[in-house]
């Protein structure tokens, strides 16, 4: 006979079985180093980082992170000792992201995040004293799923103004460089674009940050979208005149920081059916947020046919004509700088003129790339307008809100929403404040432009221009600040127009410095030190006397002149004049009676025997 405990047992099998089918799979490991520098040593100190960096560490611990590391104001070598505990933390974590708040500056196209010791008085001690985003990004490799780093740190460089170049031709650029990320899964945000600076704004957070707390943690939201979000909120607080940008790529499933909160059945809203169109439409804004080849490829991929593959088509002609314009941008700057290297090195004319005819060559296909990219962009633009006027009433990419908080809006949003997407679509151009701005700051580095840059295309831009048109042979039009010239502007390494200094001063690399003369020398007009000669005394003649002196000096062609030739060497002067005393004659006192001079009652005659 069976025991009761025995029937139990199948029982419990059967719960113990629906216990281990419910159980939820295993959790994400999410890790995350907060750096933020505010006390700067050696430059004036940031007001911000230390309060964004606190606001980002308080929302990841929020959201759950497993680790959450907050450091600020560190040194050197407390920052590596920060990434290489990060990196054990990494190892067997899914989801790895590092946040840097504080001062960055690219070199010869590498990025570095400085620490608050950083002295940075020459070009190459910045590869001493800061670190590389190399070495930031190798912090965050050991992560499966996700390695996300975020950099605030496109500000302007303070170092820039005291620190002295080693080599001419190394270039020290505005904000942070464009970078691609080698690594899969890999994305790199910055707060402003590659080659802008991002404000810090008047709250007691940056913009960005502000932005980035708002959004980044959302449940269930894709990386991607969430930055796309933040991107918008940046535009509309600054005016347009900082965008962030996220380099690099994912796959194609969604990639939340934060995983989307789980509803019970019975709560659970009835999520409204999508048309298969909207789909598409869905799949292409998401392609359209990413912003790549391998996005849109994808998209295609899926969806070969149709309107919206027309349009993917559409972007990838314009990816292709930027990337396209991005090398010859490189293979045009390239041949600039072995053109002015072989110049400098007094090498062979034949290879100097192969080099200027190679640098021509470069000039020419880059102009001809900016006008198929600028054609490009105007026919995507085109086409993101025609796709908004066709459907007014669908949300677009740029809006905030999710497409179920969409379809559930008043009529009022939903006419609002092509205001929003034509604003939108103005933004995928440079606005001209921002060219204008960016044009005066590259005339600033190759030293035609002395003031400051203020957005402004005023009378001294436009001469500043004027003299690159001149030292570079260039024909740019003077009365805007154009995206051609700017293109140009920047394919010079080094100074272009030269540096004029007052009389008394000499131009020394980049400043004039005031010319000190040794004792005993002085500057002469020639801005040129001259040793000053000694005085001399010099025997005074007044200039009447001399043409009576020259003529009674001068022999007169007579008689006399044998005489004195044969004179003794005495003196006789009488009413005729003075005249020496023949040879074999003697002078005799005479008085008047005695046949001698009447003037004086007698004097010396001449008796010749």
Not at 361 to 388: N, T, W
Not at 577 to 600: I, K, N, S
Request: some cysteine; aromatic content about 4%; charged content about 25%.
């Amino acid at each position: 006979m069976k025991s009761p405990g025995f029937l139990k047992w199948p029982g419990f099998l059967l719960a113990a079985a629906l216990l281990l089918l419910c159980e939820p799979a295993h959790a994400e490991k999410r890790v995350a180093l907060v750096l933020a520098n505010s006390a700067y040593q050696n430059v004036p100190q940031l007001s911000n980082p230390a309060n964004d960096g606190a606001l980002i560490a308080a929302t990841l611990k929020e959201a759950g992170f497993d680790v959450v590391d907050s450091r600020h104001d560190m040194p050197a070598l407390e920052m590596r000792r920060a990434l290489r505990d990060f990196a054990d933390s990494a190892r067997d974590a899914d989801i790895a992201v590092i946040y840097y708040a504080g001062h960055g500056m690219e070199v010869d196209g590498t990025n570095y995040l400085i620490p608050v010791d950083a002295k940075l008085e020459r070009d190459t001690d910045v590869f001493d004293e800061a670190l590389s985003l190399d070495r930031i990004l190798v912090a965050a490799e050991p992560a499966k799923q996700l390695r996300l780093v975020i950099l605030d740190a496109c500000r302007d460089n303070p170092f820039a103004k005291s620190m002295k170049k080693t080599v001419a031709l190394r270039s020290i650029g505005r904000g942070l460089a464009q970078i691609e990320p080698t690594s899969p899964n890999t994305l790199i945000a910055y707060s402003a674009k590659a080659g802008s600076t991002a404000m810090d704004g008047d709250a007691k957070n940056s913009p960005f940050t502000i932005a980035l707390a708002k959004h980044i943690t959302t449940p269930g939201l894709d990386v991607r979208k969430a930055f796309g979000f933040v991107r918008d909120d940046v535009l509309k607080v600054t005016g347009n005149r900082q965008e962030p940008f996220v380099y690099g790529s994912l796959g194609g499933n969604d990639v939340p920081l934060v995983p989307a909160k789980i509803l019970p059945s019975a709560a659970a809203p009835a999520a409204p059916a999508l048309s298969p169109q909207a789909e598409v439409r869905r799949d292409y804004e998401l392609a359209l947020q990413i912003g790549n080849m391998d996005a849109m490829n994808a998209f295609l991929a899926q969806h070969p046919d149709g309107f919206y593959a027309n349009l993917a088509k559409i972007q990838l002609d314009k990816i292709a004509a930027e990337e396209a314009h991005a090398a010859a941008i490189e293979k045009a700057r390239l041949a600039e700088q072995e053109r002015a290297r072989l110049a400098a090195a007094g090498a062979q004319a034949s290879q100097q003129a192969k080099a200027d005819a190679d640098a021509k060559a470069a000039e020419q296909a880059r102009i001809a790339a900016e006008k198929a990219k600028q054609a490009a962009v105007e026919q995507a633009a085109d086409a993101e307008r025609k796709r908004a006027d066709k459907a007014p009433g669908t949300a677009v990419v740029a809006d905030n809100a999710p497409a179920d908080r969409t379809t559930s809006a008043p009529p009022a949003a939903a006419q609002k929403a092509p205001d929003e997407k034509a604003t939108n679509l103005a933004s995928l151009t440079p606005s001209q404040p921002d060219v204008t701005k960016s044009v005066q700051a590259e005339l600033r580095r190759v030293g035609c432009l002395t003031s400051e840059t203020d957005g402004q295309w005023n009378a001294a831009s436009q001469r500043s221009l004027s003299l690159f048109n001149r030292y570079a042979g260039t024909k740019f039009d003077v009365k805007v600040a154009s995206t051609d010239a700017l293109d140009a502007i920047k394919l010079k390494p080094a100074r272009v127009c030269p540096l004029v200094c007052d009389h008394g001063f000499r131009a020394d690399g980049d400043h004039c410095s005031k010319i000190v003369c040794a004792d005993g020398s002085f500057l002469n007009d020639d801005n040129e030190c001259e040793k000053r000669r000694a005085k001399t005394p010099v025997a005074s003649r007044d200039s009447n006397d001399r043409p009576d002196r020259a003529a009674r000096e001068r022999p007169k062609p007579q008689a006399g002149a044998a005489r004195s030739q044969a004179s003794s060497g005495q003196i006789v002067c009488d009413r005729g004049g003075c005249r020496p005393v023949d040879r074999g004659c003697h002078l005799e006192y005479r008085t008047t009676a005695q046949g001698g001079p009447y003037e004086g009652g007698g004097g010396n005659v001449q008796i010749c025997r």
